[in-house]
């Protein structure tokens, strides 16, 4: 009887990658270091930080550095990282663009070991690490989100620990997670729980789990900013079974106005949404159902259709991780014959991102901050910073304000009473003809014109305004500055309780 070799070309080239783990190393290596060029390389298309978040970042940063302390106290790892870049580096905002995309390449590496662990295949190693190397996702959240991201890479590397035969990295990576982000955090003790579950762990290793959840409520009292008990009534106020939404859709109508969602965006969108119902699918035929459950679980709990949706709020960062993680799945299967489907979809995913990271463009997903800077600049002539406390300003150029003059500025009304002298506010959506219209000769003379539709005002001045338009009952003038650009709500007390 005739036996078949198995020597064709496709088997050859997998028996000789899958004997060579090293060679697994170099591919993770490269894929990141790409990874990490194409992402500083989007970063670097503007001379200002990139996101809406990024000067707070910088102003926690440059506050520990030059007076020992940050402004906010927190202790995730991002800020140690960040500080270490920017030792060597000089400039806080390269520092800033560096620490981001390093972060990107680090999390190519992390979806290359987590596939090499889970699947123990080098195709589907290089598959996630291309996936990731393409994802204009991915470098949109550089930009964004790089504290988030750092909890994504964590979090993925706690999901490599637990098929790693070393235990202790389960106990390392679940650690680092607590001092990564909040809500890679959750999804860490979610699935970790999950999977212990679903693995019918034995009843040392549940005293073990037990143990170590203590251990991070303990750890929560301790630091600040990390799970904290008000981030639950923040979750409790936006769920509503009112707030019905798929989110993928929701994404793309309301953040694609204005052409901010590329083709390539759009496709990977769509992919990633279609590979989450299909992992579901998926599990009527594999046996690795206690591995893939957790998975499709956590990015099920991601696309949560009732929480409140807004471009700020958390189903859209909810959303952002989703379209991340949603391929992870794809690890729990072991190819056998359809390694060249496997190939060629890596190779077009490198191809492609040649093209897909010019799909973030600053002018399109950044805050104007050259306006801001000009506005920044226009108020330092206009007030000596001896005689200001605070100023109220909205999101992006409160922080930059603040880094730029180092006086204190926020997109929240004080909840402490101060002097009203000293508070005042950059105002925008206004005609001058407005101004003189609802202002006292007096209040208008105090009253400083910074660029088109800005102004620099005192608060109380600004809020006996608001009172007039009110009695005269101008509601379309009213709706047009109650705006999150005139910023009108107190501090909530969930960012009180992280000052602490």
């Known amino acids: 009887m005739m036996i078949r070799k198995p020597n064709t070309g496709r088997y050859i080239i997998r028996n000789f990658f899958e004997k060579i783990p090293l060679f697994d190393y170099l591919a ?10 194409l992402r500083l390389q989007s970063l670097l298309q503007t001379e200002f930080a990139n ?35 920017q030792y060597f580096v000089g400039d806080y905002v390269i520092a800033y663009k560096m620490s981001a995309a390093i972060l990107a390449g680090a999390f190519t590496f992390s979806l290359c070991v987590f596939a090499k662990t889970w699947s123990r295949s080098f195709l589907v190693l290089l598959l996630l690490g291309a996936y990731s190397v393409f994802s204009p996702q991915l470098t949109y959240f550089t930009a964004q989100y ?32 607590f001092f990564g982000h909040r809500l890679t955090m959750a999804l860490t003790l979610i699935l970790g729980f999950l999977y212990a579950t679903f693995q019918q762990l034995e009843a040392k290793h549940w005293y073990l789990v037990g143990t170590l959840a203590l251990c991070v409520m303990a750890l929560s009292v301790l630091f600040p900013s990390l799970l904290n008990l008000s981030d639950v009534q923040r979750i409790q106020e936006t769920f509503s079974l009112e707030h019905l939404h798929f989110s993928p859709y929701t994404f793309v109508i309301d ?64 959303f ?27 190779v077009a995913f490198l191809v492609a991102s040649i093209f897909s990271n010019t799909t973030y463009q600053s002018d399109l997903h950044d805050p104007n901050y050259a306006r801001y800077q000009e506005v920044t600049k226009k108020v330092q002539t206009h007030l000596p910073q001896d005689y200001t ?10 922080e930059y ?3 730029q ?3 204190d500025a926020m997109p929240w009304l004080p909840e402490y009473q101060m002097n009203e002298h000293k508070l005042w506010r950059i105002a925008t959506g206004l005609r001058y003809s407005q101004l003189r219209h609802y202002l006292t000769d007096q209040e208008l003379g105090e009253t400083h014109r910074l660029t088109v539709r800005y102004y620099l005002i005192k608060e109380k001045y600004w809020q006996k305004m608001l009172q007039r338009i009110n009695e005269e009952n101008d509601q379309d003038l009213l709706e047009k500055l109650n705006t999150w650009q005139n910023p009108s709500r107190l501090r909530p007390d969930f960012l009180l309780q992280k000052k602490g």
């Open 51 to 85: 996101g809406w978040d990024a000067y707070f970042y910088l102003v926690q940063l440059k506050s520990w550095i030059e007076e020992g302390v940050m402004h906010s106290p927190d202790a995730s790892l991002v800020y140690p990282f960040m500080r270490f870049v």
């Open 320 to 346: 952002l991780v989703f379209v991340l993680i949603s391929p992870l799945w794809l690890a729990t299967t072991k190819p056998q014959e359809g390694g060249a489907w496997l190939l060629f979809f890596a």
């Open 146 to 177: 790089p504290k988030n991201l750092l909890g994504l890479v964590l979090f993925v590397l706690f999901l490599a620990s637990l098929k790693s035969k070393y235990k202790w990295l389960f106990i390392f990576f679940l650690a680092l997670n």
């Open 255 to 318: 953040f694609g106005d204005g052409d901010r969602i590329s083709p390539f965006w759009l496709f990977e969108i769509i992919f990633t949404t279609a590979l989450f119902f299909v992992g579901w699918l998926y599990l009527f035929f594999t046996e690795e159902k206690r591995s893939l459950l957790p998975l499709l679980f956590v990015s099920a709990i991601l696309l949560c259709p009732f929480f409140e949706w807004s471009l700020t709020g958390m189903s859209y960062r909810f």
């Open 405 to 407: 003059t180092g006086i």
């Open 389 to 398: 406390q605070l100023i109220i300003a909205h999101n992006a150029l409160a």
């Open 28 to 37: 993770a290596i490269v894929l990141s270091v790409i990874s990490y060029k």
């Open 401 to 403: 304000f603040t880094f």
